[in-house]
């Protein structure tokens, strides 16, 4: 079997189609892995690139649909808020410039003495 071949053996779907939540697995229908992947992420920086606001909210409401369809699916297994929050919240927070606080040079909180 050649490389090419073996590779297309293992895609869970066709290479043209998108990185995009299989509900209510919440899995990636290309790839298979938790959504959303590596390479969902990197197109949705990309798509939200001007708006970053706009991507939160959407991973908000992807959070609160994969919330209830994972605990309907199976209650015991949904996984602790924690981790549901950094697998659609956190991981943006780390990767955009849109919460991120820059100190100015010199500014700095005064401290009175008692």
């Not at 959070?63 to 602790?80: E, F, K, Y």
Request: proline fraction near 8%; include cysteine; charged fraction near 20%.
């Amino acid at each position: 079997m050649t490389g090419q071949r073996r590779l297309a053996a293992y895609r869970i779907a066709p290479a043209g189609v998108e990185h995009l939540p299989l509900r209510p697995l919440w899995l990636c229908r290309r790839c298979g892995q938790p959504w959303p992947c590596g390479a969902a992420k990197l197109a949705l920086v990309a798509e939200y690139r001007d708006n970053p606001v706009s991507l939160f909210l959407y991973l908000a409401a992807c959070l609160h649909d994969a919330i209830d369809d994972l605990h309907r699916l199976n209650p015991s297994v949904t996984g602790s808020a924690a981790d549901m929050f950094d697998r659609f919240l956190g991981w943006p927070a780390r990767h955009t410039h849109a919460y991120r606080v820059t100190l100015l040079e010199g500014a700095g909180i005064e401290e009175s003495s008692p």
